[in-house]
């Protein structure tokens, strides 16, 4: 089937309702509620525009590490964990012949398990990849761009996005590949968080769910 269109979706906090690196540090162990409450400002800041993604991600990991069996796992339980209504996006958008695609600023290990519940194929998963020990340790990020920022890490796979490119998210990183013109519009997913910077940036359509995104995209892909 010819595809006629590309939507580009984030993860965290829209296909799924958490931030998945929180969620995996959380269950790390010898990390305290202080060190949470640090690696969700440093998530907000990053999400809201006011901190770089690389920066945000870099003080992150500082703090503590999650090893690879632990994504690994996580994104078993996520890939259960689905947004309401977000595998109906999906299978509709493949059924009308559009493209869908997962850019994130997550770990490809957590992606991978709920790209395939969605049906979307590992090459049009994107996100951060690790650098691991024998025995699944991290040692340090692969640098593929993606751990700069998703419009460095995405720019040589966004040319084989179809057009029209619609991006789907709820971060400020998310907005950034409309702004650097690799996506043609942007909805704000604000079902999980609203951010308003983000939500209320200019020409950006705002989606309070699953269905209310199903709709908008019927009209952009149209």
Known sequence: MTRMGTVVLDFDSTLVPCESLEL?????????????????????????????????LAAILAIASPTR???????????????????????WLHATGHDAWIVSGAFREVLLPPARALGIDAARTCGVSGRWSADGELLGLVCDG????????????????????????????????REA????????????VRREPVAGAPRAIAAQSMGALWHVLEDLLA
Do not use: I, N, Q
Request: net charge negative; with cysteine.
């Open 24 to 56: 995996a540090l959380a269950r790390t162990p010898g990390v305290d509620a202080a060190d949470l409450r640090l690696v969700d400002d440093l998530t907000r800041r990053a999400m809201d525009g006011e901190l770089p993604f690389d920066e945000s």
């Open 69 to 91: 069996a632990s994504l690994a796992a996580l994104g078993e339980e996520l890939a259960r964990d689905l947004t309401d209504g977000a595998s109906d996006v999906v299978t």
């Open 181 to 192: 013109g690799l996506v043609d519009e942007f909805v704000a997913y604000c079902e999980h």
């Open 146 to 177: 993606f751990e700069h920022s998703k419009v460095g890490g995405v720019r040589a796979a966004a040319l084989r996005w179809s057009r029209p490119v619609v991006g789907v998210g709820d971060g400020a990183t998310d907005l950034a590949l």
